[in-house]
């Protein structure tokens, strides 16, 4: 049986290559995968249930970790969503412990919106090459090179690049928040992920300045390797996230961030997908759509620059060993973020899910969830 790359057993610590904002080449470590024998894992996951009751615990996980974990957070009150959605449930859950397996900057969000509560993850030192490619400084002097623009920054950044913006944003709203900025006439200062930013801005028209980072994993995404993949799968709708290229947008049947992925095959309908985004996802796909196929899009092959290849390197350093260590209360994995940082974040956060319940019907929001 082939195994998945997410969860192969190695030796060696990954180390990712990532552009800088400036074009240098950054590299940055990412731990191997913890494996666990199939027959091991009823007890772990046993044991991480009891545990979540017993510290008042709610498991809020992203689509792109470990099906484990995504069907432990599923089974126990918690959720499995996109970035959007994890900021608001962990907000509005009454649990006094939130528990993010994801990556850091999820971590901090839900530490930002909640200060009183305490915010777990299984590794803080899950990373994100689109928040590694922001660091505050040289962030804080763009934006000041440019007082005349309206600063959106999206979720996948720090604490303190959140502190300097006016919005943050995450996928699934960055269009609406962008568009309805551009109608009241404003420019955008927009950061830090360039291939959303191109897509807003050619959805939106607004006139964006754009700051220079990208995804490691939807960056390899190539549209002459799925451009020959839809010529052997010719029934098969292209699903994208937009942190893909432009040229692998524009193969696309549907564009949306995690949730509007899964959102649109449901509508769809179709018996076969080409999913562009972490494989991670089609855990979730297969759940919800018994019977369809799903397949993961290419990355270049051989040739590739990657070693992630569409499986987050850092959503991969949450397993269930290390989720069970952080609930039995080992120490460095609370997530803690300075105060007077988290203070200034929380305005440019809590102004999205303010407009998102607005404008957004399927949106939760309190009261209704
Ligand atoms: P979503 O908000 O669409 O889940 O995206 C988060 C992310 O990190 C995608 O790479
Ligand atoms: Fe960041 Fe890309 Fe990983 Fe998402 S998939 S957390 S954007 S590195």
Redesign the pocket.
Known sequence: MRMAKSIMVTATPLKIRFERFNGDIGIAPAKPPVFVAPEDKPALVERARKLLKERDAVLVA???VHPDLQDLAQSSGGTVS???EMARFGHEHPGSTIVVAG?RFMGETAKILNPEKRVLMPDLEAE?SLDLATPAGPFAEFCDAHPDRVVVVY??TSAAVKARSDWMV???IAEKIVGHLHGQGKKILWAPDKHLGDYVRRVTGADMLMWNAS?V??DEFKAQELEAMKLAHPDAKVLV?P?SPAGVIALADAVG????IIQAAERLGAKEYIVA??GGIIHQMRKRMPGVNFIEAPTAGKGATCQSCAH?PWMAMNGLRNLIETLEGAPGHEVLVDPEIGRRARIPIERMLDFAKRNMPTFRGSGDA
């Open positions: 992203h689509y792109y996109d970035s959007l990556v994100c979720a996948n995450t996928s699934s995804c994993v939807h996230h942190e961030s995690t949730t509007g985004t972490d987050c």
